[in-house]
């Protein structure tokens, strides 16, 4: 079940990238990761989002992982965009122990996580991270 979290994770973000092109509003990444994992039977986390990526590493807009296709700003031609399914095997509210550091599924399940910067070019999404 660990391994399923993981694969369906990376295809949340692929799912993610793919319809993160010019027009197609933010929602619509949010959409396309929330869909593909419910649908797998997992929690999609709602304290954490990607963002977008400028002079500063996190700048607006906020990219949730959940979300409705029409919902929220366009997506415009050279955004950096930082997209980042985080995907629960139990519930998906989050608890940060007193380190301020670790962060934990307030059941203590599993969850997985994975991110990709892409910069929309030609008004498709380009990844430039590893």
Request: proline share 5%.
């Amino acid at each position: 079940k660990a391994q399923k979290l993981i694969n369906v994770t990376r295809e949340c973000l692929e799912n993610a990238i793919n319809v993160a092109v010019v027009d197609n509003k933010i929602g619509a990444i949010g959409q396309a990761v929330q869909e593909h994992a419910e649908v797998n039977g997992f929690g999609v986390v709602r304290d954490m989002v990607g963002h977008g990526i400028g002079v500063d590493p996190h700048m607006e807009p906020r990219i949730p992982n959940y979300g409705k296709k029409n919902k929220g700003p366009k997506i415009v031609e050279g955004a950096a965009l930082a997209i980042e399914p985080m995907i629960t095997m139990g519930d998906y509210n989050l608890k940060i122990d007193p380190d301020g550091w670790t962060v934990r599924t307030v059941d203590d399940s599993l969850a997985a996580h994975f991110e990709h910067t892409v910069v929309i070019v030609k008004g498709q999404p380009i990844v430039v991270t590893a």
